[in-house]
């Protein structure tokens, strides 16, 4: 990658750019980005999906999260970029080391398309105080990436209302009615998932993520829906029509923001880009706020719960006829010994994309299958490619997360699973770490609570023993849409933005996902998704219901780091998972499952 960093840096110099700045980011804002919008993967080698890259005329640097570190390390390795562990001690920001680093010959440069509108007001602070300049309108990028896939155009399709259990026309009365309260006269999101939420459509134009690329405008006469018009399907043109919904064309977006003047706009500037903002605070008074969209957006109603439900039970199935077909062909006598050869990581997915693929309503996975044996588990993002996937090996632990997209819903689940020999130190992790799982899915807690306040239940155990992951534990999850969805999180650390720390409320889905990394020796995450309900005997107090039932491996378990407790949970969460999933397996299958749901004791 050394070849696009000198590309790079001479595009710079002939535009007399000092600092370049890509993000792993859209003009969205979207976690997951098209092919098109790629730069920092492009420039670096990185394929993580969280990542800034830096680049100055001698150096270069990535900054990435704790799911990263590992994988980061490897990737970069030999391609002249330094990795900035986000969250590490002595690692700044971005904007703390730009700030430090400014100066009035800086000319700081990035897409106004692809940097946030709160980081790109805080960067262009922090060089123009220094008496530097900034330029977001030009990208040397695009000048040097010669074969740069295309902007994705994708097919959009309408969603029936048995479904999305609300119409398009009562979301835009709701968003009306919040923009009223907050004495807005217009309503602005470039958030692809709040845009396909309030129009009811759907497409994939984002791997993965049943959206497509769109901007919307709402005032309390109109509603524009910025999209390429192409794009829609003749059912999803007359539910728009019906909806009382103007189609424009995407790319004349910008110009309409431009357009804008004397309005009161609110807008989510941690979801829409630099340059929206540039066009739109010029003429008009902003209202920052988490977008009223997002919020009605993460609360789902009661087709959507049931919905979930429904895609959760059959995904359960097919997880669980994977775990009968791998554990049963790797744990067999002669496996390995024949002339089949060891089944690897990609034949492992490859298995189980194909097992949700045969569903009826299946759409497309939610997220690429991570599927990873012994030491490569330990990357919590690790990804299989064919050329370099382990063979799995009748010993150790092997971990899958995985989800798909269907009609009806959105699905995550992780499980470890034993293989054969374990360690003791792989049977403590393992333990520890679905203890954690099943404490959070048990917790009771009174109205108000947020997901810091939760996070303990799910790393208590493993702290009593010295042990922590590095991530979050739980993460909301749409309802066919992104499989990643805010504002609601469980999380250790505060949220940067204390206005997305929201208390848990009745139809909020978050996954559950504790786990236990060791370098170079094995990883262990063990995910259940639990939908927020009211607890059925104390007023004011909530709890979860889970949502995934696949079993959990009894094999690796030590009992001795269980409590009575523990194991009653554990027995508990089995029962139902043998008499929710069993009856929709054959025989054989069947009868695994009563063996792998045994009840434990000790």
Not at 133 to 149: A, H, L, N, Q, Y
Request: hydrophobic share 35%; with cysteine.
């Amino acid at each position: 990658m050394r070849e696009q960093l000198t590309l790079l840096r001479e595009a710079m110099e002939r535009h007399g750019i000092t600092a370049w700045i890509s993000m792993c980011r859209d003009a969205h804002g979207s976690e997951y980005i098209g092919a098109h919008d790629e730069c920092v993967r492009f420039l670096s080698g990185f394929t993580g999906d969280s990542s800034i890259l830096l680049v100055l005329p001698e150096k270069a640097y990535l900054w990435t999260d704790g799911r990263y570190f590992i994988q980061g390390e490897r990737e970069l390795k030999g391609s002249g970029v330094e990795l900035m562990k986000l969250g590490e001690p002595g690692v700044p920001l971005l904007e703390e080391f730009i700030e430090k680093t400014a100066s009035e010959r800086m000319k700081l440069g990035f897409s106004g398309r692809l940097v946030g509108a709160h980081q790109g007001s805080r960067l262009a602070r922090a060089v123009i105080g220094k008496g530097g300049t900034v330029e977001p309108d030009r990208d040397p990028v695009d000048e040097i990436w010669k074969d740069r896939p295309p902007v994705s155009g994708e097919p959009v399709w309408a969603v029936p209302e048995k479904y999305t259990g609300r119409s398009t026309k009562d979301k835009l009365k709701d968003l009306r009615k919040k923009m009223k309260e907050a004495d807005a006269s217009v309503f602005v999101t470039a958030a692809l998932d709040e845009t396909a939420w309030i129009t009811n459509l759907r497409g994939s134009d984002i791997n993965c993520n049943p959206v497509f690329l769109s901007y919307l405008i709402l005032t309390d006469r109109s509603c524009r829906l910025y999209v390429r018009k192409q794009a829609l399907t003749d059912k999803a043109l007359a539910a728009m029509k019906e909806a009382r919904v103007k189609v424009c064309d995407y790319d004349s977006f910008p110009a309409a923001l431009s357009a804008l003047s004397g309005e009161t706009v609110l807008m989510d500037m941690s979801a829409v880009n630099y340059d929206c903002w540039l066009r739109v605070s010029g003429q008009n008074s902003v209202k920052d706020a988490v977008s009223p969209a997002a919020l009605l957006k993460c609360v789902k109603n009661e087709a959507e719960q049931k919905c979930m439900r429904d895609c959760h039970l059959r995904d359960g199935v097919w997880l669980t006829k994977f775990l009968y077909r791998l554990k049963t062909a790797v744990t067999a006598p002669d496996y390995g010994k024949r002339k089949d050869r060891y089944l690897t990581e990609t034949d492992a997915a490859a298995m189980l994309d194909g097992l949700r693929a045969s569903d009826p309503k299946f759409i497309s996975l939610s997220f690429p299958t991570i599927s990873a044996y012994g030491p490569n588990a330990a990357l919590p993002h690790y990804f299989p490619v064919e050329e370099t996937a382990a063979k799995i090996l009748p010993k150790g632990l092997y971990l899958v997360d995985s989800g798909a997209q269907y009609t009806d819903g959105t699905t995550d689940v992780t499980r470890t699973v034993a293989l054969g020999r374990t360690t003791k130190e792989e049977r403590r992790n393992y333990t520890l770490t679905v203890v954690g799982m099943l404490n959070l899915m048990n917790a009771v807690f009174p109205r108000g609570t947020r997901g810091m306040n939760l996070d303990t239940f799910a790393r208590q155990a493993l702290w009593a023993r010295g042990l922590d992951f590095n991530h979050g534990t739980g993460h909301g999850v749409g309802c066919l849409l992104n499989v990643h969805e805010g504002p609601a999180s469980v999380r250790t650390r505060p949220n940067p933005d204390a206005r997305r720390d929201i208390p848990f409320e009745p139809g909020m889905v978050t996954s559950d996902e504790p786990g236990v990394y060791v370098e170079g020796s094995h990883g262990i995450r063990t995910e259940n998704l639990l939908l927020c309900v009211r607890h059925p005997k104390y007023d004011g107090f909530y709890c979860f219901e889970s949502l995934t039932y696949a079993p959990l491996d009894p094999d690796p378990l030590d009992l001795s780091v269980m409590t009575d407790e523990d194991l009653d949970r554990f027995n508990a969460y089995q029962t139902q998972v043998r008499k929710k999933i069993g009856p929709k397996l054959n025989e054989e299958e069947r009868n695994w499952l009563i063996h792998e749901t045994r009840e434990i004791r000790r």
